[in-house]
Every structure is written in C-alpha cells, then in structure tokens.
T-cell receptor
Framework: GAVVSQHPSWVICKSGTSVKIECRSLDFQATTMFWYRQFPKQSLMLMATSNEGSKATYEQGVEKDKFLINHASLTLSTLTVTSAHPEDSSFYIC??????????????FGPGTRLTVT | QQPVQSPQAVILREGEDAVINCSSS?????VHWYRQKHGEAPVFLMI?????EQKGHDKISASFNEKKQQSSLYLTASQLSYSGTYFC?????????????FGQGTILTVHP
C-alpha cells in the first residue's frame, strides 16, 4: 500500500530557531501533499497545500513566511518552521495524494512530527 | 466550515455495533473516513464519492447521502483494535482537489 514517511518523528528546539520537517511518499509519486497541524485532543487543521514545482497554497490565518513549504520533487515536501516559538508546539502531519488532480484519489498520512519549542 | 460528527464519544463491549455520523452544512463531493490512535497518524479507512454510495470492507462500512450532506460509518461486531478516534474529512463541491475539512472526531472505546 501507499506509504508516507516523515522525519524527524520528534523534535525539541529552542525558541527562535528553525526546524525542518520532511515528508516523503515512499512507493508512489505525489504531485500534491498537504500539511496539517493537530493540537492535543483536537481535529486536524489544514495549513497548506503543496504542489510539486509550484508555490504552496496557504489556508487563511497561516503565515506563509513562518511556515515555509517546498515541494522539490514528486516524492518530497518539506515544512520549515522559522523562528519557532512555544505556541508553535504541536503535532505536524503531512499527507500525500495518489493520482494527479483526481477526485477518486486516496490521501495517506505520514506518522507525524511532534514539535516542542522551549 | 467544519463538519459535525456525532456522537462525540462512544463506549462499546467487544462484539457490539456502533454508528458514527458526519454532517456538513455545504454541498459535498466526497467524504473520507480515518481512524487515529493516540500519538499516531490517521489511517485511511475509505472514501465515498458524490452519487450516494455505500462502501464496506470486513466489518466496517459507510454510506454517503449527498442530498442530506451526511455520511455514516458503521462498525459491526466491534473488536478491541477498533478503539481510536474516528474523523470524517469532507471535500466540498468546487473546492481544490483533495482539500479536506475534518470533523472534530468521535472517540470510540471498545472494552473486552
């Protein structure tokens, strides 16, 4: 089946530093990947849509200069949290969509990255 | 707008059945169902598309009524492994492909 990996799975960083999270589709090509964040006991909130070879589309309220997204290849998207602050601490999850702009697709999630900013 | 799931939580004994509902206020193209265990990523269960369909595998099935903008997930003869939080993700008609809005989740606990 479709497998999506994320790295790292867990990271602690100091306030003001930047953190990069990688999302890879291991056995399929994903022209579209999505980045979500999830606070404890809450639902998944879409942050941005990442399309290979083009700029990411951010949801309302998400600072694009703070959450930099790069979709460099059909199997890799990265999320960089710049100048992280404690309020950025969360569970960040990526998903990858099979197929290209197809509505009969399936969306598979990575294992998530837990970010703690001290 | 976030779809509304009901119930918020349900507790079952092994072998019992459960129904989880997902309701949206806007026209839907598709509904996706996921199960998430604590500290893990959501696991894809199934997708239902516009046209009003039902799907199922093993003892988990779902229906989608596009006219009512509702979907239901049916869990029969529940097993301990069914425990987790179930989310529905909805895709509105006319939105970007794949962009899902998730409900608040339904916590399912199955006891021996």
């Amino acid at each position: 089946g479709a497998v999506v990996s994320q790295h790292p799975s867990w990271v602690i960083c100091k306030s003001g530093t930047s953190v990069k999270i990688e999302c890879r589709s291991l056995d399929f090509q994903a022209t579209t990947m999505f980045w979500y964040r999830q606070f404890p006991k809450q639902s998944l909130m879409l942050m941005a849509t990442s399309n290979e070879g083009s700029k990411a589309t951010y949801e309302q309220g998400v600072e694009k200069d703070k959450f930099l997204i790069n979709h460099a290849s059909l199997t890799l998207s990265t999320l960089t949290v710049t100048s992280a602050h404690p309020e950025d601490s969360s569970f960040y999850i990526c998903s990858a969509q099979t197929g290209y702009r197809s509505r009969t697709y399936e969306q598979y999630f990575g294992p998530g990255t837990r970010l703690t900013v001290t | 707008q976030q779809p509304v799931q009901s119930p918020q939580a349900v507790i079952l004994r092994e072998g019992e059945d459960a129904v989880i509902n997902c309701s949206s206020s806007k026209a839907l193209y598709s509904v996706h169902w996921y199960r998430q265990k604590h500290g893990e990523a959501p696991v894809f269960l199934m997708i239902l598309l516009k046209g009003g369909e039902q799907k199922g595998h093993d003892k988990i099935s779902a229906s989608f009524n596009e006219k009512k903008q509702q979907s239901s997930l049916y869990l029969t003869a529940s097993q301990l492994s069914y425990s987790g939080t179930y989310f529905c993700g909805t895709e509105g008609s006319g939105t970007s492909y794949g962009k899902l809005t998730f409900g608040q989740g339904t916590i399912l606990t199955v006891h021996p």
